[in-house]
């Protein structure tokens, strides 16, 4: 074997051992995707390229897909709601979670919330315990989502645990400083998942595009040289 080609092909798989993954989906066709878990049969693709909401009757819909993190992440996404949220019609957006469902034991992760009633609901940031036990960790603009949000958000964690929140309240991306918060309490979390809680009259006003998420988690560790023939 040709010594620079060798050499050539080992730096390659180094490279491709340390790249970094990312999940993106701006929902393409006319349905979830089949990556997608949960209850994708109460969602479907609106004609504007949307993530929609599609239920027959009031309830809750959970969607979910696999997105393994390590400890530093940036995750990105829109939210549109087509009426002023309330506790009733409310979403969350679990950036990462534990398990596939929420009702599995010991389920806990992160999410970002939207529905309170009042004039004064936020973008909020919660942390979920495995014992059920929920505790806020950012709240953004007061009243920036009390009436027919659209809300891009970014949020990045880093290896320290620091979370920082930015939102564009107009669905673009000119982000804007929301708060910022250490916590390490949860880590290494397998799933990224939508929850939307509605009444009859909400059924199909639930929104969701231009999901992001990097990096993902994955194995790192360099190839090993195991043999090196120069015939």
């Not at 530093?72 to 398990?99: C, K, M």
């Not at 390490?184 to 199909?204: E, G, I, N, P």
């Amino acid at each position: 074997m040709n010594t620079s080609f060798l050499i050539a092909c080992l730096c390659l798989g180094a490279l491709g051992a340390t790249a970094q993954q990312q999940f993106t989906d701006t929902f393409p066709g006319t349905h979830p995707g089949p990556h997608w878990m949960g209850e994708p049969d109460l969602f479907t693709i609106h004609p504007s390229g949307r993530l929609q909401l599609d239920d027959s009757t009031g309830g809750t819909a959970w969607l979910c897909t696999r997105a393994p993190i390590a400890d530093t992440a940036v995750w990105e996404g829109l939210i549109a709601l087509d009426f002023p949220p309330s506790t009733s019609n409310q979403v969350r957006v679990y950036l990462s979670a534990s398990h596939e469902s929420p009702d599995e034991p010991g389920f806990h992760g992160y999410f970002l919330q939207i529905g309170a009633s009042g004039t004064d609901d936020c973008l909020e940031f919660w942390r979920h315990d495995p014992d059920g036990e929920r505790t806020l960790l950012i709240s953004g603009v007061e009243g920036a989502v009390a009436d027919h949000p659209e809300v891009r958000y970014r949020m990045t964690r880093s290896r320290s645990g620091m979370w920082i929140l930015t939102a564009d309240y107009s669905g673009g991306s000119d982000f804007q400083h929301q708060g910022n918060q250490v916590d390490s309490t949860h880590s290494h979390l397998d799933f990224f998942a939508l929850k939307c809680t509605y009444t009859s009259t909400r059924k199909s006003h639930f929104y969701f595009d231009d999901f992001q998420i990097s990096p993902l988690y994955q194995n790192t560790s360099p190839p090993v040289l195991q043999e090196i023939s120069l015939g």
